[in-house]
């Protein structure tokens, strides 16, 4: 069973920076893609950065050039540096991690950590 945990989330004013942590545990397995998503109340789950073990990345149109995604040397963790935050970017942001060695559809989803920034 893939464990997911995400940390780092919190308030902060328009214009700051939070820094998200996600850290994956399937049996030692590797981790082959992974990244972040968010929710706002009432809003469908969007995409808003992938890494792969590869180091290719993805970012929503809405937070590229002000969000950057990294992984960790074992590719079983995974970070969101969150630069210049508006309003817009509150939500309940999750990570996703995937397997070749335990693959499932959709991956495998932390619980959520909550980002609220406030103008």
């Known amino acids: 069973q893939v464990q997911v945990v995400e940390s780092g989330g919190g308030s902060v004013q328009a214009g700051g920076s939070l820094r998200l942590s996600c850290f994956a545990s399937a049996n030692g397995f590797t981790m082959h893609a992974m990244g972040w998503y968010r929710q706002a109340p009432g809003q469908q789950r969007d995409m808003v950065a992938t890494?792969?073990?590869?180091?290719?990345?993805n970012y929503a149109d809405s937070v590229r050039g002000r969000f950057i995604i990294s992984s960790g040397d074992a590719k079983n963790t995974v970070y969101l540096q969150m630069n210049s935050l508006k309003p817009e970017d509150t939500a309940v942001y999750y990570c996703n991690a995937n397997s070749l060695h335990v693959f499932k559809d959709n991956g495998y989803w932390g619980r959520g950590t909550q980002v609220t920034v406030s103008s």
């Open positions: 890494i792969t073990s590869g180091g290719n990345t």
